[in-house]
């Protein structure tokens, strides 16, 4: 079975602690479920996420977070076969204090929109390569 990676960013709508918790615990459950890891790089203007597994699973996965509505301008960076997984360990990885991706004044600069693909692969490189275990979430 080939493995496949989508990357997607989207910004939050309604974002508080309560709502960020919601998506965490869902996407934990369900994954598990579909055999998809992940991670997701999260702060009240910029959702930045991760998925890996089959790809028919990932892709409904995407899917349904297209019409859910704590998403909005959901946008695809990555979308490919992988021959392995970088998040294996986690059912979803959460960075909540992420600093180190764009800020704020870049994002209002259509930041998101002009990156290329290796630029959003590489947060995610960078993320792997600072988790230290799976406790680390």
Known sequence: MSL???????????????????????ARRANARDDITG??????DVFL?????????????????????????????????????????WAMLHDPAVSWIWTQAEIDDDAVERAPAAEVEGF????????DAPDAV
Request: glycine share 6%; hydrophobic share 35%.
């Open 4 to 26: 496949y990676r989508i990357i997607y960013s989207s910004r939050p709508f309604g974002y508080d602690s309560s709502m960020l918790n919601g998506i965490l615990m869902q």
């Open 39 to 44: 991670a997701l790089i999260c702060r009240e």
């Open 49 to 89: 996420q991760l998925l890996e597994g089959p790809e028919d699973k990932v892709k409904q996965t995407v899917e349904r977070i297209k019409r859910d509505d704590r998403h909005i301008e959901v946008r695809m960076h990555v979308e490919k076969e992988v021959p392995e997984r970088m998040f294996g360990e």
């Open 124 to 131: 995610f490189i960078r993320l792997r390569d600072q988790a």
